[in-house]
């Protein structure tokens, strides 16, 4: 599907452990991890009321938003990572009616293929058939609607909005229906975020029974999110005066399904070109295009299918050179489909 007139108006993402969003994109820019690449400390998670697991880097962010107290105990890790790369956003749209303001995020289970929770699970001296998949369920239970409701309460966004929780391209799916959306005049603006919390909630019997050391090492449990804030190109002269210059335009989105066997999950060094070779056999416009960029990667990888995080650092770059042309961004589902997102920076807005 392709788009001329949608603009990203401002973008932001957090790690629970590390950087701010300009930090995280200079390293992105330059290939680099923005985790920090050290196991956690699994002493600093807690068990709270019906075995919510809570840890003290995402408590005091918590603490720091200015919210109702009565409100701020239904945050879940999700929702409190979320509303922290939204909540600046309040003062920049406070002359733009909350009924016009959307939001669209995906969620997703947790950082790692279900597959992988499974073997690790199985591999348990004395695990038998059960614990398994009981363990892969625990891992992934998230509550989106709880994430949905304490950011629209609490931010005062009461346009169209939606969210999608899968283990694969939520985010992808969140900005398909932002675009779709502004598409059909439903929403002005709007925010597409991702986020990926692990561990929401288990037994207590699970928490000290299943956790081995190496299941916490980077980035299966890093704990992040990121969110961009759009509008269609029409609608931005209404925040002229809010001093908020666009940081560039989604171009469009597309999806294939990629022939089985193509993508291996144990080859990532090679996804680049596979996914390049892949797009070009397909016919993909790469006209102008500057930067590609594919998902999983050395980098932004722990992220629910990879994005915003990626087509993010590429808008980053092209702004930081002042370059004109294109940047794609390729999401690898564990599916075996394909997305691609093609965004320019300022230099490529009409």
Same mark, same amino acid.
């Given at each position: 599907m392709k788009f001329s007139n949608n603009l990203i108006l401002k973008s932001n993402s957090i790690t629970a452990r590390s950087g701010v969003h300009a930090e995280n994109m200079e390293a992105l820019a330059r290939g680099l991890n923005f985790w920090v690449d050290a196991p956690l400390n699994i002493d600093?998670?807690?068990?709270?009321?019906? $075995?919510? /697991?809570? =840890?003290?880097?995402?408590?005091?962010?918590?603490?720091? *938003?200015?919210?109702?107290?009565?409100?701020?105990?239904?945050?879940?890790?999700?929702?409190?990572?979320?509303?922290?790369? /939204?909540?600046?956003?309040?003062?920049?749209?406070?002359?733009?009616?909350?009924?016009?303001? $959307?939001?669209?995020?995906?969620?997703?289970? #947790?950082?790692?293929?279900? =597959?992988?929770?499974?073997?690790?699970?199985?591999?348990i001296e004395g695990a038998d058939e059960f614990y398994p998949s009981m363990m892969a369920s625990s891992v992934i239970k998230l509550l989106p609607n709880i994430v949905m409701s304490?950011?629209?309460?609490?931010?005062?966004?009461?346009?169209?909005?939606? /969210?999608?929780?899968?283990?694969?391209? #939520? *985010?992808? =799916?969140?900005?398909?229906?932002?675009?779709?959306a502004f598409e059909n005049g439903s929403s002005r603006?709007?925010?597409?975020?991702?986020?990926?919390?692990?561990?929401?909630?288990?037994?207590?019997?699970?928490?000290?029974r299943f956790f081995g050391a190496d299941f916490f090492d980077p980035p299966l449990c890093e704990t992040a999110s990121s969110m961009l804030l759009c509008t269609p190109d029409f609608y931005a002269g209404r925040l002229e005066n809010t001093g908020m210059e666009p940081e560039g335009?989604?171009?469009? /989105?597309?999806?294939?399904?990629t022939?089985?066997?193509?993508?291996?999950?144990?080859?990532?060094?090679?996804?680049?070109?596979?996914?390049?070779?892949?797009?070009?056999?397909?016919?993909?416009?790469?006209?102008?295009?500057?930067?590609?960029?594919?998902?999983? #990667?050395?980098? $932004?990888?722990?992220?629910?299918?990879?994005?915003?995080?990626?087509?993010?650092?590429?808008?980053?770059s092209l702004n930081a050179a002042g370059e004109k042309g294109f940047a794609v961004s390729v999401n690898i589902d564990y599916f075996g489909n394909l997305h691609a997102v093609k965004a320019g920076g300022r230099a490529s807005q009409k």
């Open positions: 600093r998670f807690t068990l709270d009321r019906h $075995g919510k /697991i809570s =840890d003290s880097l995402t408590a005091e962010l918590l603490d720091s *938003f200015d919210i109702k107290p009565k409100n701020k105990k239904y945050f879940e890790r999700s929702s409190t990572l979320l509303f922290s790369v /939204i909540k600046d956003y309040g003062p920049l749209l406070k002359s733009i009616d909350g009924s016009e303001v $959307g939001l669209y995020c995906g969620v997703g289970p #947790a950082n790692a293929r279900i =597959d992988d929770f499974r073997e690790w699970a199985a591999g304490n950011l629209s309460i609490n931010t005062g966004w009461r346009g169209e909005n939606a /969210i999608f929780s899968s283990c694969a391209s #939520a *985010f992808f =799916d969140a900005l398909n229906s932002l675009l779709t603006i709007a925010a597409a975020g991702s986020v990926s919390a692990p561990f929401e909630y288990f037994n207590m019997d699970s928490y000290s335009r989604i171009l469009s /989105i597309d999806s294939y399904k022939p089985e066997g193509l993508f291996k999950r144990s080859d990532i060094k090679n996804f680049e070109k596979l996914a390049r070779d892949f797009l070009e056999s397909e016919n993909y416009d790469f006209t102008d295009t500057l930067y590609f960029k594919t998902h999983p #990667a050395a980098c $932004g990888n722990f992220l629910t299918g990879g994005e915003p995080v990626n087509v993010m650092s590429l808008v980053y």
